[in-house]
């Protein structure tokens, strides 16, 4: 294993903040034994970088977990351990060397002081250890949140995107100059469900729920942008029964089959065709149904290659779907199938708890 | 210049403001033709033979530019090519590609000082051809060549989709597996594909734009939009006299024809 040049820079970080803790640790030692200040300096940086080096080592024999960089479960308590004792023994056979004295000769006349640098030297590993991995956890954390708050800002961003789609708004915005030159009322009027329309789909996300009627009126604006540029080509239906107006559902619940009923199925359809959204209520259910006369769902499956808005269809659905689990769980679902009968087509069928 | 023109765009305010608004950039040119799909395009043009076709790229049925490749592939000839000036509101890659290939292109709402350079372009277009009194194919169908080779138009696409080993066709109750190493050639038939092999034919039920990405480009080759054949099934190719590529092939006796797009293919090394 390769460290990138990232890995390199963090590593030697470690060495150096390993060696300001190892001169306190000397600068401690020397105060209250009063002088052999030098000694004191060797005898810790030798301690603590043999001690460091060797956990640095070890993590490269053992396969380490890339998220914390230390290996998983007893493997990373057995390198500390290991580490903190090659390292003692090490640091201290290296000041030995400086000195000329043998430490561990202190085993026979006076074994306290011997253990109580052995204690000392594992309070300061422990110390230094904790230090590092609250670090990496903080670090991991709020890598994390970054994370999370890129996703659901791509998300939005998604959404958003296949909602205002530059195909689909500057045709409209092409109809809309072309209509001022011909009849400025109706441009008016389109102009009006334009403003709508963006509307809505800019500050719908925002809201946990709205009115079945709100998404009617939705859908409304925007069937009503697409017949002007179909013009007879399109027939729309909307069957909304009064006493589900009010009806709590969550934004863009209807809108994006809509969208797919008329992108993938009735624009690619050559001649007429006709949408139906419709409403009703079935026992302790209701049933939004969103069907049309058009390409038909084989000729639009999204796995097609030659499908070119395939990746925003899927999307859509899938957003769909996504709302209706998180708002309902398993007591809503959304079905897109043929609409199995002469006219051809396909249905989208949303169920909802009433 | 007087001109003739075909305006093929299936929004119908749209079509009437381009129609419109040619009539101010260019008086002299005269609409004889509007289809609202891209078979309706194919047909039309063919028909009338304009000087220039506005294809809008995104229509019901055929596309703009699977319309441009029939009519560039069945238009006669004796008469010249046809100057194809697509029509879009906002295909990002399709630009790009018509940027590379030099081919003309409108973008809609349409804009008048664009629409007056595009008129220029086509009209300085079409008084060569004319003065040169023959038909210009040769630099037509090379932006041509250029268009369809782009990644922008379907490279990308092919590329991405994993290749076909066996071709699994149903006929009755039975689902015959035919190895693609052993089809001749394959036929485009409607919705369907025609795969034939030296000894059998099935079909099946995928359209040839949704199988050709499957294939590999060096084995098969496309000699025309309805055709593409295994390249080692093919014997020779013949020219007549008019030019009109024809090929004879190994382990099937009928004759396929190349269509003007392809025919570059089929040169001596």
Known sequence: MNPAPGALWRV????????????????GLGLARGGEWLLQIVYAEAIGMSIWLSMELGRYLFRVDPETGWPSGWRSGALQVSAVVLGYVLGTAIGDLYCGCSSFDLWRHSPRSLASYLVLCIAVSLSISYFFLSRSKDQRRQREIATAQRDAAEARLKLLESQLEPHMLFNTLANLRALIGVDSVRAQAMLDQLIAFLRATLGASRVPFHALEAEFARVADYLALMQVRMGARLE???????????????????????????????????????????????????????????????????NAPSEPDAASSRFGLAQVRTRLAAVYGAAASLELAPAGDAEGGSRAVVTLPA | MDATALIAEDEPLLAAELEQALKVAWPELRVVARAEHGAAAVELALRTRPDVLFLDIRMPGLSGFEAAQAIAEDWPDDAGAPLIVFVTAYDQHALQAFEHAAVDYVLKPVDAARLARTVAR???????????????????????????????????????????????????????????????????????????????????????????????????????????????????????????????????????????LHAHRFKPM
């Open chain 1, 12 to 27: 030697l970080r470690h060495g150096v903040i390993i060696a300001g803790f190892s001169l306190m640790v000397a600068l």
């Open chain 1, 236 to 302: 729309t239906r909307l069957e909304l029964p009064p006493e589900l107006a009010s009806l709590p559902v969550p934004p863009f619940v209807l809108q994006p089959l809509v969208e797919n009923a008329i992108k993938h199925g009735l624009e690619p359809h050559v001649g007429r065709g006709r949408i139906e959204v419709r409403a009703a209520r079935d026992g302790d259910r209701v049933r939004l149904t969103v069907r049309d006369t058009g390409a038909g769902v084989v000729a639009r499956d999204p």
């Open chain 2, 122 to 260: 086509l009209k300085t277009l079409l008084g060569e051809r004319r003065g040169a009194n023959g038909p210009s194919w040769e630099a037509a169908l090379a932006r041509w060549r250029e268009l369809l080779a782009s990644d922008a138009l379907g490279g990308v696409q092919r590329a991405a989709t994993p290749r076909l080993d066996v071709i699994q066709a149903a006929s009755g109750n039975a689902i015959h597996l035919v190895p693609v190493r052993e089809v001749v050639y394959f036929e485009a038939a409607d919705k369907y594909v025609r795969v034939l092999t030296a000894d059998a034919e099935h079909l099946i039920r995928l359209s040839l734009r949704e199988l050709l990405p499957q294939l590999d480009p060096q084995r098969f080759w496309q000699i025309h939009r309805g055709t593409v054949v295994r390249s080692d099934a093919i014997a020779r190719a013949e020219r007549d006299e008019a030019g009109k590529v024809t090929l004879v092939l190994r382990g099937r006796p009928e004759r396929l024809v190349v269509s003007r």
